[in-house]
Protein backbone atom coordinates (compact mmCIF):
# COMPACT_ATOMS: atom_id res chain seq x y z
CA UNK A 1 0.00 0.00 0.00
CA UNK A 2 1.60 3.28 -0.97
CA UNK A 3 1.91 6.25 1.08
CA UNK A 4 -0.25 9.42 0.70
CA UNK A 5 1.77 12.19 -0.50
CA UNK A 6 1.51 14.87 2.15
CA UNK A 7 -0.28 17.94 1.47
CA UNK A 8 1.62 20.85 0.14
CA UNK A 9 0.68 24.65 2.09
CA UNK A 10 -2.09 25.39 -0.79
CA UNK A 11 -3.94 21.99 -0.60
CA UNK A 12 -3.67 22.89 3.40
CA UNK A 13 -5.71 26.22 2.87
CA UNK A 14 -7.95 25.09 0.46
CA UNK A 15 -8.94 22.21 2.64
CA UNK A 16 -9.32 24.62 5.56
CA UNK A 17 -11.59 26.79 3.26
CA UNK A 18 -13.67 24.13 2.27
CA UNK A 19 -13.94 22.56 5.99
CA UNK A 20 -15.50 25.95 7.42
CA UNK A 21 -17.61 26.23 4.23
CA UNK A 22 -15.91 29.57 2.93
CA UNK A 23 -17.14 30.47 -0.42
CA UNK A 24 -20.18 28.14 -0.05
CA UNK A 25 -17.43 25.31 -0.57
CA UNK A 26 -16.17 26.72 -3.83
CA UNK A 27 -12.68 26.42 -5.30
CA UNK A 28 -12.12 28.99 -8.48
CA UNK A 29 -8.97 29.53 -9.15
CA UNK A 30 -7.20 31.54 -12.46
CA UNK A 31 -4.18 31.31 -14.88
CA UNK A 32 -3.84 35.16 -15.78
CA UNK A 33 -0.80 35.73 -18.77
CA UNK A 34 -0.05 38.59 -20.01
CA UNK A 35 -0.03 38.19 -23.86
CA UNK A 36 3.30 39.73 -24.72
CA UNK A 37 5.44 36.82 -25.48
CA UNK A 38 4.95 32.75 -25.58
CA UNK A 39 4.03 30.79 -22.40
CA UNK A 40 7.82 28.97 -20.97
CA UNK A 41 8.23 26.34 -18.65
CA UNK A 42 8.33 28.44 -15.73
CA UNK A 43 4.67 29.52 -16.65
CA UNK A 44 3.67 25.25 -16.90
CA UNK A 45 4.13 25.71 -13.16
CA UNK A 46 1.77 27.56 -13.01
CA UNK A 47 -0.78 26.18 -15.12
CA UNK A 48 -0.59 23.02 -13.60
CA UNK A 49 -0.48 24.54 -9.98
CA UNK A 50 -4.02 26.25 -10.78
CA UNK A 51 -5.75 24.19 -12.97
CA UNK A 52 -4.17 20.94 -10.86
CA UNK A 53 -5.86 22.71 -7.47
CA UNK A 54 -9.01 23.52 -8.99
CA UNK A 55 -9.30 19.92 -10.78
CA UNK A 56 -8.42 18.14 -6.80
CA UNK A 57 -11.21 20.27 -5.21
CA UNK A 58 -14.01 19.67 -8.16
CA UNK A 59 -13.47 23.69 -9.20
CA UNK A 60 -12.51 25.36 -12.01
CA UNK A 61 -10.18 27.15 -13.79
CA UNK A 62 -10.69 30.64 -15.63
CA UNK A 63 -8.13 31.82 -18.86
CA UNK A 64 -8.15 35.84 -18.24
CA UNK A 65 -5.01 37.46 -20.56
CA UNK A 66 -3.71 40.44 -18.38
CA UNK A 67 -4.26 42.53 -21.45
CA UNK A 68 -3.73 46.09 -20.21
CA UNK A 69 -0.63 46.90 -21.93
CA UNK A 70 -1.55 47.60 -25.78
CA UNK A 71 1.92 48.47 -27.06
CA UNK A 72 3.59 44.65 -26.27
CA UNK A 73 0.31 42.37 -26.74
CA UNK A 74 -1.24 41.08 -30.11
CA UNK A 75 -3.45 38.35 -31.06
CA UNK A 76 -0.88 36.19 -31.50
CA UNK A 77 0.76 35.84 -28.14
CA UNK A 78 -3.26 35.25 -27.10
CA UNK A 79 -3.41 32.17 -29.49
CA UNK A 80 -0.12 30.41 -28.69
CA UNK A 81 -0.83 30.81 -24.81
CA UNK A 82 -4.30 28.76 -25.56
CA UNK A 83 -2.68 26.41 -27.78
CA UNK A 84 0.04 25.58 -24.62
CA UNK A 85 -2.98 25.20 -22.46
CA UNK A 86 -4.47 22.71 -24.01
CA UNK A 87 -1.16 20.75 -25.65
CA UNK A 88 -0.61 20.25 -21.67
CA UNK A 89 -4.02 18.84 -21.27
CA UNK A 90 -6.36 21.69 -19.71
CA UNK A 91 -9.95 22.80 -20.29
CA UNK A 92 -10.63 26.92 -18.80
CA UNK A 93 -13.75 27.27 -17.49
CA UNK A 94 -14.39 31.35 -19.38
CA UNK A 95 -12.26 32.59 -21.88
CA UNK A 96 -11.57 36.45 -20.18
CA UNK A 97 -9.76 39.26 -20.49
CA UNK A 98 -9.30 42.46 -18.45
CA UNK A 99 -9.80 44.19 -21.44
CA UNK A 100 -13.79 42.75 -20.48
CA UNK A 101 -13.75 44.54 -17.54
CA UNK A 102 -12.42 48.02 -18.32
CA UNK A 103 -15.71 49.89 -18.11
CA UNK A 104 -15.88 48.50 -14.15
CA UNK A 105 -12.78 49.16 -13.59
CA UNK A 106 -12.76 52.88 -14.55
CA UNK A 107 -16.22 53.21 -12.33
CA UNK A 108 -14.05 52.00 -9.37
CA UNK A 109 -11.49 54.27 -10.14
CA UNK A 110 -13.78 56.93 -9.91
CA UNK A 111 -15.64 55.81 -7.04
CA UNK A 112 -11.93 55.90 -5.37
CA UNK A 113 -11.65 59.53 -6.64
CA UNK A 114 -15.46 60.15 -5.17
CA UNK A 115 -14.33 59.16 -1.80
CA UNK A 116 -10.86 61.01 -1.53
CA UNK A 117 -9.21 57.98 -2.05
CA UNK A 118 -7.55 59.22 -5.61
CA UNK A 119 -6.10 61.66 -7.27
CA UNK A 120 -4.84 63.17 -10.27
CA UNK A 121 -0.62 63.59 -10.55
CA UNK A 122 0.55 65.81 -13.17
CA UNK A 123 4.21 65.02 -11.73
CA UNK A 124 6.68 63.01 -13.97
CA UNK A 125 7.90 59.69 -13.49
CA UNK A 126 11.29 61.14 -11.84
CA UNK A 127 9.24 63.35 -9.63
CA UNK A 128 6.81 60.67 -8.28
CA UNK A 129 9.86 58.37 -7.67
CA UNK A 130 11.78 60.94 -5.79
CA UNK A 131 8.51 61.85 -3.57
CA UNK A 132 7.72 58.43 -2.48
CA UNK A 133 10.86 58.27 -0.35
CA UNK A 134 13.00 55.55 0.15
CA UNK A 135 12.55 52.16 2.31
CA UNK A 136 13.89 53.53 5.60
CA UNK A 137 12.41 57.74 4.91
CA UNK A 138 8.81 58.35 4.08
CA UNK A 139 7.71 60.30 1.21
CA UNK A 140 6.89 63.85 0.53
CA UNK A 141 3.13 64.38 -1.19
CA UNK A 142 3.80 66.47 -4.55
CA UNK A 143 1.69 69.59 -5.05
CA UNK A 144 -1.08 67.43 -6.70
CA UNK A 145 -1.95 65.49 -4.04
CA UNK A 146 -4.48 67.77 -2.32
CA UNK A 147 -6.39 68.44 -5.22
CA UNK A 148 -10.08 68.60 -4.97
CA UNK A 149 -12.76 65.34 -5.43
CA UNK A 150 -14.21 67.65 -8.01
CA UNK A 151 -11.34 68.89 -9.92
CA UNK A 152 -9.73 64.86 -10.15
CA UNK A 153 -13.25 63.96 -11.10
CA UNK A 154 -12.84 66.30 -13.97
CA UNK A 155 -9.37 65.73 -14.69
CA UNK A 156 -9.87 61.65 -14.71
CA UNK A 157 -12.85 62.29 -17.27
CA UNK A 158 -11.05 64.34 -19.47
CA UNK A 159 -7.85 61.96 -19.18
CA UNK A 160 -10.16 59.40 -20.55
CA UNK A 161 -11.55 61.27 -23.59
CA UNK A 162 -7.92 61.64 -24.87
CA UNK A 163 -7.46 65.30 -23.94
CA UNK A 164 -3.84 64.79 -22.64
CA UNK A 165 -0.72 63.35 -23.98
CA UNK A 166 1.07 60.10 -22.35
CA UNK A 167 3.06 60.68 -19.28
CA UNK A 168 1.30 64.16 -18.65
CA UNK A 169 -0.93 62.87 -15.86
CA UNK A 170 -1.45 59.63 -13.95
CA UNK A 171 -4.35 58.62 -11.33
CA UNK A 172 -2.50 57.60 -8.02
CA UNK A 173 -4.27 56.08 -5.05
CA UNK A 174 -4.17 58.56 -1.99
CA UNK A 175 -2.67 56.20 0.83
CA UNK A 176 0.02 56.56 3.14
CA UNK A 177 3.51 58.07 1.72
CA UNK A 178 5.21 56.67 5.52
CA UNK A 179 4.12 53.46 5.05
CA UNK A 180 7.10 50.90 5.04
CA UNK A 181 5.62 48.84 2.35
CA UNK A 182 6.56 51.26 -0.83
CA UNK A 183 3.67 49.43 -3.23
CA UNK A 184 1.38 51.55 -0.56
CA UNK A 185 2.77 55.25 -0.91
CA UNK A 186 -0.06 56.69 -3.27
CA UNK A 187 0.82 53.81 -6.17
CA UNK A 188 -0.34 54.25 -9.55
CA UNK A 189 -3.70 53.10 -10.82
CA UNK A 190 -4.05 54.45 -14.19
CA UNK A 191 -1.64 55.97 -16.64
CA UNK A 192 -2.16 57.56 -20.13
CA UNK A 193 -1.26 55.55 -23.65
CA UNK A 194 -2.15 56.20 -26.80
CA UNK A 195 -2.10 52.92 -28.53
CA UNK A 196 -4.19 50.86 -30.87
CA UNK A 197 -5.59 47.21 -28.39
CA UNK A 198 -5.88 44.24 -29.92
CA UNK A 199 -9.05 44.25 -28.72
CA UNK A 200 -10.98 47.19 -27.66
CA UNK A 201 -9.13 49.44 -31.02
CA UNK A 202 -9.07 52.66 -30.22
CA UNK A 203 -11.76 53.13 -27.41
CA UNK A 204 -9.68 53.96 -25.10
CA UNK A 205 -6.24 55.83 -23.98
CA UNK A 206 -5.86 55.11 -20.64
CA UNK A 207 -4.93 52.19 -19.17
CA UNK A 208 -5.31 50.59 -15.45
CA UNK A 209 -1.81 49.31 -13.69
CA UNK A 210 -1.53 46.01 -13.10
CA UNK A 211 -1.81 46.17 -9.53
CA UNK A 212 -4.99 48.08 -9.89
CA UNK A 213 -6.03 45.70 -12.89
CA UNK A 214 -5.38 42.42 -10.94
CA UNK A 215 -7.19 42.34 -7.65
CA UNK A 216 -10.40 44.05 -8.83
CA UNK A 217 -10.52 41.34 -11.83
CA UNK A 218 -10.41 38.52 -9.24
CA UNK A 219 -12.97 40.00 -7.52
CA UNK A 220 -15.20 40.31 -10.53
CA UNK A 221 -15.01 36.84 -11.36
CA UNK A 222 -15.31 35.61 -7.30
CA UNK A 223 -12.07 33.51 -7.81
CA UNK A 224 -11.84 32.56 -4.63
CA UNK A 225 -8.07 31.58 -4.38
CA UNK A 226 -5.72 33.79 -6.66
CA UNK A 227 -2.19 32.22 -6.78
CA UNK A 228 0.58 34.43 -7.69
CA UNK A 229 4.35 34.14 -7.69
CA UNK A 230 6.39 35.34 -4.33
CA UNK A 231 7.73 38.62 -6.33
CA UNK A 232 4.07 39.52 -5.52
CA UNK A 233 4.20 39.26 -2.01
CA UNK A 234 4.61 43.10 -1.13
CA UNK A 235 1.50 44.12 -3.54
CA UNK A 236 -0.86 41.53 -1.32
CA UNK A 237 -1.92 44.32 1.08
CA UNK A 238 -2.99 46.84 -1.88
CA UNK A 239 -4.75 43.72 -3.56
CA UNK A 240 -6.43 43.93 0.09
CA UNK A 241 -6.22 47.70 0.36
CA UNK A 242 -8.52 47.87 -3.19
CA UNK A 243 -10.71 45.26 -3.05
CA UNK A 244 -11.93 46.81 1.18
CA UNK A 245 -11.84 50.74 -0.28
CA UNK A 246 -13.79 49.47 -3.58
CA UNK A 247 -16.01 46.86 -1.15
CA UNK A 248 -16.22 44.31 -4.13
CA UNK A 249 -15.63 40.43 -3.56
CA UNK A 250 -13.06 39.57 -1.16
CA UNK A 251 -10.38 37.38 -2.92
CA UNK A 252 -7.67 36.57 -1.53
CA UNK A 253 -3.77 36.47 -3.00
CA UNK A 254 -1.73 33.18 -2.23
CA UNK A 255 2.52 33.21 -3.23
CA UNK A 256 4.72 30.36 -4.18
CA UNK A 257 8.01 30.04 -5.50
CA UNK A 258 8.19 30.34 -9.07
CA UNK A 259 10.39 28.24 -10.97
CA UNK A 260 13.99 28.88 -11.31
CA UNK A 261 15.96 26.09 -13.39
CA UNK A 262 19.53 25.60 -14.24
CA UNK A 263 20.84 26.70 -17.78
CA UNK A 264 17.58 28.71 -18.18
CA UNK A 265 16.36 32.34 -19.22
CA UNK A 266 12.67 32.78 -18.12
CA UNK A 267 12.81 36.14 -18.04
CA UNK A 268 9.85 36.66 -21.09
CA UNK A 269 12.19 40.16 -21.78
CA UNK A 270 15.62 37.89 -22.56
CA UNK A 271 13.65 35.57 -24.54
CA UNK A 272 13.12 38.03 -26.58
CA UNK A 273 15.87 39.52 -27.37
CA UNK A 274 17.10 36.25 -27.87
CA UNK A 275 14.62 35.71 -30.89
CA UNK A 276 15.02 39.83 -32.39
CA UNK A 277 18.63 39.31 -32.59
CA UNK A 278 18.46 35.96 -34.11
CA UNK A 279 20.42 33.60 -31.30
CA UNK A 280 17.94 31.48 -31.56
CA UNK A 281 15.24 30.93 -34.70
CA UNK A 282 12.16 32.20 -33.21
CA UNK A 283 10.04 31.83 -29.81
CA UNK A 284 9.66 27.99 -30.88
CA UNK A 285 13.11 27.58 -31.37
CA UNK A 286 13.98 23.69 -29.74
CA UNK A 287 16.43 25.25 -27.54
CA UNK A 288 14.19 28.05 -26.20
CA UNK A 289 12.49 26.92 -22.51
CA UNK A 290 8.92 27.54 -24.30
CA UNK A 291 6.50 25.53 -24.19
CA UNK A 292 6.27 25.70 -28.09
CA UNK A 293 10.23 25.14 -27.99
CA UNK A 294 9.76 22.02 -25.61
CA UNK A 295 7.31 20.57 -27.87
CA UNK A 296 8.90 21.10 -31.44
CA UNK A 297 11.62 19.84 -29.38
CA UNK A 298 9.97 16.30 -28.76
CA UNK A 299 8.75 16.68 -24.85
CA UNK A 300 5.41 15.70 -23.84
CA UNK A 301 2.53 17.08 -21.85
CA UNK A 302 3.00 14.16 -19.81
CA UNK A 303 7.17 14.98 -18.90
CA UNK A 304 6.12 18.86 -18.41
CA UNK A 305 2.84 17.35 -15.41
CA UNK A 306 5.22 15.14 -14.04
CA UNK A 307 8.52 17.34 -13.58
CA UNK A 308 5.98 20.08 -12.24
CA UNK A 309 4.94 17.61 -10.28
CA UNK A 310 8.12 16.23 -8.43
CA UNK A 311 9.52 20.14 -7.76
CA UNK A 312 6.18 20.30 -5.93
CA UNK A 313 5.77 23.67 -4.31
CA UNK A 314 7.02 25.68 -1.73
CA UNK A 315 7.47 29.65 -0.03
CA UNK A 316 10.86 29.73 -0.14
CA UNK A 317 12.80 30.62 -4.05
CA UNK A 318 14.93 27.52 -4.91
CA UNK A 319 16.74 27.05 -8.53
CA UNK A 320 15.64 23.55 -10.21
CA UNK A 321 18.33 21.25 -11.96
CA UNK A 322 17.42 21.18 -15.52
CA UNK A 323 19.01 17.47 -15.39
CA UNK A 324 15.31 16.91 -13.81
CA UNK A 325 13.28 17.92 -16.68
CA UNK A 326 15.70 15.70 -18.82
CA UNK A 327 15.33 13.16 -16.76
CA UNK A 328 11.11 13.08 -16.98
CA UNK A 329 11.44 13.23 -21.02
CA UNK A 330 13.70 10.18 -20.66
CA UNK A 331 11.50 8.52 -18.18
CA UNK A 332 8.15 8.91 -20.43
CA UNK A 333 9.88 8.39 -23.78
CA UNK A 334 11.48 5.43 -22.87
CA UNK A 335 7.62 4.07 -21.95
CA UNK A 336 6.11 5.78 -24.77
CA UNK A 337 8.53 5.79 -28.04
CA UNK A 338 8.90 3.63 -30.74
CA UNK A 339 12.39 2.43 -31.50
CA UNK A 340 13.80 2.87 -34.72
CA UNK A 341 17.53 2.49 -36.61
CA UNK A 342 19.46 5.51 -37.79
CA UNK A 343 23.10 5.87 -38.86
CA UNK A 344 24.09 9.55 -37.90
CA UNK A 345 28.01 8.99 -38.90
CA UNK A 346 28.21 6.50 -41.75
CA UNK A 347 30.64 4.05 -43.30
CA UNK A 348 29.68 1.17 -45.20
CA UNK A 349 29.65 -2.30 -44.25
CA UNK A 350 29.73 -5.36 -46.61
CA UNK A 351 29.13 -8.65 -45.80
CA UNK A 352 30.96 -11.09 -48.36
CA UNK A 353 29.70 -13.91 -47.76
CA UNK A 354 26.11 -13.14 -47.50
CA UNK A 355 24.13 -13.97 -51.19
CA UNK A 356 24.09 -10.67 -54.23
CA UNK A 357 20.75 -9.74 -54.54
CA UNK A 358 19.35 -11.71 -51.43
CA UNK A 359 16.72 -9.50 -49.37
CA UNK A 360 14.97 -10.53 -45.72
CA UNK A 361 12.40 -8.91 -43.78
CA UNK A 362 13.28 -8.97 -40.86
CA UNK A 363 10.93 -8.67 -37.29
CA UNK A 364 11.32 -5.86 -34.78
CA UNK A 365 9.49 -4.44 -31.79
CA UNK A 366 8.05 -1.26 -31.51
CA UNK A 367 8.92 -0.74 -27.62
CA UNK A 368 10.25 -3.71 -25.65
CA UNK A 369 9.30 -1.66 -22.67
CA UNK A 370 5.69 -2.83 -23.45
CA UNK A 371 4.06 -5.89 -22.75
CA UNK A 372 3.82 -7.11 -26.71
CA UNK A 373 6.05 -4.23 -27.91
CA UNK A 374 3.04 -2.47 -29.21
CA UNK A 375 3.51 -4.60 -32.47
CA UNK A 376 6.60 -4.24 -34.86
CA UNK A 377 7.57 -3.23 -38.00
CA UNK A 378 9.57 -5.23 -40.99
CA UNK A 379 13.00 -4.37 -41.34
CA UNK A 380 15.13 -4.52 -44.46
CA UNK A 381 18.13 -6.69 -44.30
CA UNK A 382 20.71 -7.16 -47.36
CA UNK A 383 23.91 -7.47 -48.12
CA UNK A 384 25.30 -3.83 -48.07
CA UNK A 385 24.84 -1.84 -44.76
CA UNK A 386 25.12 1.55 -43.10
CA UNK A 387 27.05 1.72 -39.51
CA UNK A 388 27.96 4.16 -37.19
CA UNK A 389 31.95 5.06 -37.68
CA UNK A 390 32.33 4.98 -33.94
CA UNK A 391 31.12 1.20 -33.66
CA UNK A 392 34.61 0.54 -35.64
CA UNK A 393 38.04 0.55 -34.58
CA UNK A 394 41.48 -0.41 -36.20
CA UNK A 395 43.17 -1.02 -33.29
CA UNK A 396 40.81 -1.96 -30.79
CA UNK A 397 41.21 -1.96 -27.02
CA UNK A 398 40.91 -5.14 -24.96
CA UNK A 399 37.03 -3.74 -23.68
CA UNK A 400 36.18 -2.62 -27.33
CA UNK A 401 32.82 -4.55 -27.46
CA UNK A 402 32.06 -4.00 -31.64
CA UNK A 403 33.86 -4.42 -34.41
CA UNK A 404 36.90 -4.36 -35.30
CA UNK A 405 39.93 -6.71 -37.20
CA UNK A 406 38.87 -10.05 -35.88
CA UNK A 407 35.85 -8.85 -33.46
CA UNK A 408 32.38 -10.07 -33.58
CA UNK A 409 29.13 -8.18 -33.03
CA UNK A 410 25.68 -8.92 -33.47
CA UNK A 411 23.22 -6.55 -35.65
CA UNK A 412 20.67 -5.48 -33.93
CA UNK A 413 17.46 -7.85 -34.84
CA UNK A 414 19.84 -9.70 -37.58
CA UNK A 415 22.87 -11.91 -37.73
CA UNK A 416 26.35 -12.79 -35.70
CA UNK A 417 29.08 -10.98 -37.97
CA UNK A 418 33.01 -10.91 -38.02
CA UNK A 419 35.01 -8.24 -39.05
CA UNK A 420 37.38 -10.07 -41.97
CA UNK A 421 39.17 -6.57 -43.87
CA UNK A 422 38.55 -3.10 -44.24
CA UNK A 423 39.73 -0.57 -47.03
CA UNK A 424 40.50 3.32 -45.99
CA UNK A 425 41.33 6.34 -49.12
CA UNK A 426 44.35 8.11 -49.00
CA UNK A 427 44.05 10.46 -46.16
CA UNK A 428 43.50 7.30 -44.16
CA UNK A 429 39.70 7.26 -43.36
CA UNK A 430 38.16 3.89 -43.29
CA UNK A 431 35.65 3.89 -46.27
CA UNK A 432 34.18 0.33 -46.00
CA UNK A 433 34.26 -2.81 -43.53
CA UNK A 434 34.03 -6.34 -44.86
CA UNK A 435 32.75 -8.65 -42.72
CA UNK A 436 30.96 -12.40 -42.78
CA UNK A 437 28.26 -13.37 -41.33
CA UNK A 438 26.78 -16.66 -39.51
CA UNK A 439 23.67 -17.75 -41.13
CA UNK A 440 22.38 -19.95 -38.45
CA UNK A 441 22.64 -17.03 -35.89
CA UNK A 442 19.46 -15.21 -36.53
CA UNK A 443 17.95 -13.30 -33.85
CA UNK A 444 15.20 -15.11 -32.29
CA UNK A 445 16.07 -18.39 -34.42
CA UNK A 446 20.01 -18.71 -33.38
CA UNK A 447 21.13 -21.90 -33.24
CA UNK A 448 24.56 -20.88 -33.71
CA UNK A 449 25.76 -21.05 -30.11
CA UNK A 450 27.87 -18.24 -30.19
CA UNK A 451 28.12 -15.32 -27.94
CA UNK A 452 28.93 -11.65 -28.27
CA UNK A 453 29.13 -8.97 -26.41
CA UNK A 454 28.28 -6.63 -28.98
CA UNK A 455 24.96 -5.30 -30.68
CA UNK A 456 25.03 -2.81 -33.09
CA UNK A 457 22.34 -1.15 -35.13
CA UNK A 458 22.89 -0.65 -39.18
CA UNK A 459 20.76 0.57 -41.98
CA UNK A 460 20.00 -1.45 -45.26
CA UNK A 461 21.75 0.52 -47.92
CA UNK A 462 19.41 -0.15 -50.87
CA UNK A 463 16.52 0.50 -48.37
CA UNK A 464 17.95 3.76 -46.40
CA UNK A 465 15.84 6.93 -46.79
CA UNK A 466 17.96 10.28 -45.79
CA UNK A 467 17.34 12.85 -43.53
CA UNK A 468 18.35 15.82 -41.59
CA UNK A 469 19.02 15.06 -38.13
CA UNK A 470 19.60 18.28 -35.42
CA UNK A 471 21.53 17.65 -32.49
CA UNK A 472 20.43 19.86 -29.73
CA UNK A 473 21.78 20.92 -26.49
CA UNK A 474 21.37 23.42 -23.90
CA UNK A 475 21.21 26.79 -24.76
CA UNK A 476 23.83 28.38 -22.56
CA UNK A 477 26.90 27.23 -21.09
CA UNK A 478 26.37 28.76 -17.70
CA UNK A 479 24.62 27.38 -14.56
CA UNK A 480 23.02 30.35 -14.18
CA UNK A 481 23.50 32.51 -17.17
CA UNK A 482 21.81 36.00 -15.39
CA UNK A 483 24.95 36.36 -12.72
CA UNK A 484 27.20 35.99 -15.62
CA UNK A 485 29.60 39.09 -15.73
CA UNK A 486 28.76 41.20 -18.65
CA UNK A 487 25.64 40.41 -21.32
CA UNK A 488 24.10 36.93 -20.29
CA UNK A 489 24.65 36.26 -23.96
CA UNK A 490 28.12 36.34 -23.54
CA UNK A 491 26.99 32.56 -21.91
CA UNK A 492 25.42 31.19 -24.98
CA UNK A 493 26.52 27.46 -25.86
CA UNK A 494 28.16 27.69 -29.35
CA UNK A 495 27.72 24.27 -29.77
CA UNK A 496 23.76 23.72 -28.76
CA UNK A 497 23.00 23.14 -32.42
CA UNK A 498 25.09 20.43 -34.91
CA UNK A 499 23.41 19.92 -37.83
CA UNK A 500 23.65 16.35 -39.65
CA UNK A 501 22.62 16.89 -43.29
CA UNK A 502 22.73 13.12 -44.48
CA UNK A 503 21.61 10.50 -41.90
CA UNK A 504 20.51 7.53 -43.17
CA UNK A 505 17.45 6.27 -41.78
CA UNK A 506 15.46 2.78 -41.97
CA UNK A 507 12.64 3.27 -44.10
CA UNK A 508 9.35 3.02 -41.58
CA UNK A 509 10.91 6.34 -40.40
CA UNK A 510 10.01 7.97 -43.42
CA UNK A 511 6.51 7.69 -41.90
CA UNK A 512 7.13 9.69 -38.96
CA UNK A 513 4.60 11.68 -37.46
CA UNK A 514 5.15 14.74 -35.79
CA UNK A 515 4.97 15.06 -31.93
CA UNK A 516 5.42 11.42 -31.50
CA UNK A 517 8.64 10.14 -29.68
CA UNK A 518 11.20 7.84 -31.48
CA UNK A 519 14.10 6.31 -30.00
CA UNK A 520 16.99 6.09 -32.11
CA UNK A 521 18.89 3.27 -30.78
CA UNK A 522 21.66 3.75 -29.07
CA UNK A 523 21.61 7.51 -30.30
CA UNK A 524 18.46 9.28 -28.23
CA UNK A 525 15.36 10.13 -28.38
CA UNK A 526 13.90 12.39 -31.45
CA UNK A 527 10.77 13.35 -32.74
CA UNK A 528 9.93 14.42 -36.51
CA UNK A 529 9.98 18.37 -36.61
CA UNK A 530 6.84 20.75 -37.15
CA UNK A 531 8.39 22.19 -40.31
CA UNK A 532 9.51 18.93 -41.78
CA UNK A 533 8.65 17.80 -45.51
CA UNK A 534 8.12 14.15 -47.23
CA UNK A 535 10.85 15.22 -49.39
CA UNK A 536 13.15 16.85 -47.20
CA UNK A 537 12.45 14.81 -43.81
CA UNK A 538 14.18 16.61 -40.54
CA UNK A 539 14.62 15.01 -36.95
CA UNK A 540 15.05 17.12 -33.94
CA UNK A 541 17.10 15.23 -30.36
CA UNK A 542 14.86 15.56 -27.80
CA UNK A 543 17.55 14.38 -25.14
CA UNK A 544 20.34 11.56 -24.90
CA UNK A 545 19.69 8.27 -23.34
CA UNK A 546 21.93 9.46 -20.97
CA UNK A 547 22.97 12.88 -18.79
CA UNK A 548 25.79 13.77 -20.82
CA UNK A 549 26.72 17.28 -18.90
CA UNK A 550 26.93 15.15 -15.54
CA UNK A 551 29.56 13.02 -16.97
CA UNK A 552 31.43 16.49 -17.75
CA UNK A 553 30.76 18.13 -14.23
CA UNK A 554 32.49 14.70 -12.94
CA UNK A 555 35.87 15.15 -14.91
Known amino acids: MSEEKPLNFLEEIIEEDIRKGKNDGRVLTRFPPEPNGYLHIGHAKSICLNFGLAQRYGGKTNLRFDDTNPITENVEYVESIKNDIKWLGFEWAEELYTSDYFDTLYGYAVLLIKKGLAYVDDSTPEEIAASKGTPTEAGVPTPYRNRSIEENLQLFTEMKAGKYPDGSKVLRAKIDLANPNMHLRDPLLYRIKHAHHHRTGDQWCIYPMYDFAHGQSDAIERITHSICTLEFVPHRALYDWLIEHIGIFPSKQYEFARLN?????????????????????????????????LRRRGYTPTSIRNFCERIGVAKRENVIDVGLLEFCIREDLNKTAWRRMAVLDPVKLIITNYPEGKEERLHGENNPEVEGGEGGREIPFSRELWIEQEDFMEDAPKKFFRLGPGLSVRLKHAYIITCDTFVKDETGKVTEIHCSYVPNSKSGEDTSGLKVKGTIHWV??????????????????AENPMATTGDFKESINPDSLEVRDKVYIE????????GKGYQFIRKGYFTLDLRSTPEHLVFNRTVGLRDTWAKEALK
Open 460 to 477: SIPHAKTAEVRLYDRLFR
Open 261 to 293: MTYTVMSKRRLLQLVNEHHVEGWDDPRMPTLSG
Open 507 to 514: PDLAQAEP
